[in-house]
């Protein structure tokens, strides 16, 4: 049934899968636990700072497999008609987090009357709006995957991983990733291995082999050859470069 005003509440999920549909606008915000969602058809996560707006009538799957806690914002169709973005899942900024994490204590205190209650579903209304914008979608979502990828670099770090640390399905990542930078996320990544081992080399006598591994390449001939595709250089040739560049300096 579609309630007559926005409402919030708090939310935890069993462990098992889920299909619903509603007749209204419903928005997810993560506080604790991870939920794996598939929205009319486009996968992704909510965990940490993000979020899903669901727009009404649209099938969705859920799974939630340890403690969970969400706040739950169930919008009426004809409140919020731009209520809806392109993308169902969105980022909170330093604001809308401090927002989710104060609605969480007055709800979870039982303190608030419907008119803090409608106050708040307002704000968070507002916020949802303002993340899901498509300039500052991919700002925040530009930032995390780079943080992400910055973190991670050494690991085995699949574009599936980082697609779900920022909330959205892989081919979306792709997409959006493609079109604001011009690269691949894979082709990003490289950049980054490529970036921390020129800063290995330069600056300590570590094997390159070694230094190959620690950035996350496979062995030594794939960071020469990553190297000399990206940078038109080697190994061997940053270090000789640095070392020139000391000896001038002293």
């Not at 049934?1 to 299909?19: K, Q």
């Not at 809806?84 to 007055?106: C, G, N, Q």
């Not at 709006?129 to 780079?146: H, I, K, N, T, V």
């Not at 990542?173 to 990544?189: A, N, S, V, Y």
Request: hydrophobic share 40%; net charge positive.
């Amino acid at each position: 049934m579609e309630p007559e005003r926005m409402r919030l509440s708090l939310r935890s999920y069993p462990d098992h899968e889920d299909t619903h549909v509603h007749s209204f606008h419903q928005a997810v915000l993560a506080v604790d636990g991870v939920m794996e969602i598939e929205i009319g058809g486009v996968a992704g996560s909510i965990l940490g700072r993000q979020g899903v707006i669901i727009a009404s009538g649209t099938r969705h799957v859920f799974h939630v497999s340890s403690a969970n806690r969400f706040i739950v914002l169930d919008i009426p169709r004809g409140t919020c008609p731009s209520m809806v973005p392109e993308s169902p899942f969105f980022l909170f900024d330093d604001s809308f987090a401090e927002l989710i994490r104060y609605t969480w204590r007055e709800l979870v205190s039982g303190g608030l009357d419907m008119e803090g209650e409608c106050h708040l579903a307002a704000l968070i209304a507002g916020k949802i709006r303002q993340s899901s914008s498509p300039l500052r979608r991919w700002s925040d979502f530009g930032a995390q995957a780079l943080a992400v990828m910055r973190q991670r670099h050494a690991e085995r770090l699949s574009m599936a991983e980082v697609a779900r640390a920022c909330g959205v399905g892989v081919s979306r990542f792709h997409e959006l990733f493609r079109r604001e930078t011009g690269r691949t996320p894979g082709q990003m990544l490289a950049e980054v291995r490529l970036d921390h081992a020129e800063a290995l080399l330069r600056s300590t006598r570590l094997p390159i082999a070694e230094i190959a591994l620690m950035v996350g390449f496979s062995e030594q001939s794939a960071l020469t050859r990553s190297l000399r595709r990206q940078r038109g250089t080697t190994p061997a040739a940053v270090r000789r470069a640095a070392r020139q560049s000391s000896s001038q300096q002293r």
